[in-house]
């Protein structure tokens, strides 16, 4: 039996394909490498010593979804692909309305047609829209999303719920992501963004690097310690983990079960410079922008469900994350 991971050459996928197979899972990766590179399964290879199945294709293309369901025994499907930009999908809604769900509608179909009963998705804190009240627990109200990314993630949890409710074959896993950052430590795989980061930590390793002149704090007058932004920054290695217990979970779910992945501390944009600069004894240059637009003062997560019911829990420090992300930015596979 194997595990599907859709857009699993990417960040998060690269990541949790890592660590199923280091615990003796077989896994099928499909990704149409519209933001990542197949060489990634190579290097998937060359940490686990064992080799993922690979099919360059469209998750929403039902001929592909046929032929990989066909070749492969497929036990549960970890959903990851899609397009993720926040900005560029305030430029392109449609394009991300259409990718997003289409591939998430071809994976339900096509697992309904093979038998194959467990879903866990790749959703985002971001679904918590505007909400002030934190730590952001699981059962808070969504209040709907500041962007169409956002709601693509908001859209598919309820899709996925609705599928949930009406078979009762299914399992339906949600794992809302907080901010993941760092990188396995070989420094072999790797967050690797098209163009301008839009994200924190990589643009401050690309600071670092000389790619860039200096990092724009996105305001100093939001009401928190340092008046900077307060997000939960969590290690990629641990939400892989937090996937494999997920994914042991689901084995004896049905039903539709939400879980926050996150540290529960919270950290402002200067900690992290500062924790950035004193993990890799080096220094960022930093000058205070306005806001950015859609963004809210303070996210952090409630772990507690996660911890309770999946029995996990984040281990890695900052330090491991500033450093691990750093020896990334390094390496010769960031580039
Ligand atoms: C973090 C903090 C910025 C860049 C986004 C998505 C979310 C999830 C994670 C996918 C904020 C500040 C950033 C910069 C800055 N992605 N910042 N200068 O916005 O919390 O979450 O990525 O699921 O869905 O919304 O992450 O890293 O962009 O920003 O000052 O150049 O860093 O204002 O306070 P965010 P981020």
């Given amino acids: 039996m194997s595990i599907l991971c859709t857009g699993g050459t990417g960040f998060i996928g690269s ?11 077989d896994v099928v990766i499909v990704d149409d490498l519209s933001n990542s590179s197949a060489s990634v399964v190579d290097r998937i290879e060359v940490i686990t010593g064992k080799r993922p199945v690979f099919y360059k294709g469209d998750v929403a293309d039902k001929a592909v979804m046929e032929k990989v369901f066909s070749e492969n025994s497929i036990d549960a499907v970890i959903h990851f692909a899609g397009f993720k930009a926040v900005g560029e999908s305030v430029q392109i809604p449609v394009a991300y309305y259409r990718n997003n769900l289409d591939s998430t509608l071809t994976l339900l179909e096509t697992m309904k047609k093979y038998g194959c009963h467990r ?12 909400s002030d009240k934190v730590p952001f627990t699981e059962d808070a109200k969504e209040l709907g999303c500041t962007n169409p990314y956002g709601w693509t993630k908001f859209m598919i949890e309820q899709i996925l719920k609705d599928a949930a409710a009406a078979d009762p074959e299914l399992s339906v896993v949600l794992l809302r992501y907080f901010n993941p950052i760092g990188a396995h430590a070989s420094g072999m795989i790797g967050e690797k963004p098209n163009g301008i980061p839009n994200n924190l930590m990589p643009y ?22 340092d008046g900077t932004g307060v997000r939960d920054y969590i290690h990629v290695v641990d939400l892989a983990k937090g996937h494999v217990a997920a994914y042991n979970y689901s084995t004896e779910h049905t039903g539709c079960e939400v879980f926050n992945l996150g540290t529960g501390i919270g950290y402002s944009v200067l900690d992290i410079v500062h924790a950035f600069e004193e993990a890799n004894s080096l220094k960022i240059p930093y000058e205070i922008a306005p806001r950015r637009a859609g963004d809210i003062a303070t996210c952090y997560a409630s772990t507690e469900k996660a911890e309770k019911v999946l029995g996990w829990k984040a281990e890695l420090s900052l330090q491991d994350m500033c450093r691990d992300s750093w020896r990334w930015q390094c390496g010769k596979w960031s580039k």
């Fill in 119 to 130: 879903f866990i998705f790749s959703s985002s804190a971001t679904v918590y829209g505007t």
């Fill in 204 to 225: 401050i390793t690309q600071v670092a690097a000389g790619i860039r002149d200096h990092l724009s704090v996105f305001g100093d007058d939001y009401p928190t310690p």
């Fill in 15 to 25: 990541h949790t394909a890592v660590e199923l197979l280091c615990v003796n899972q």
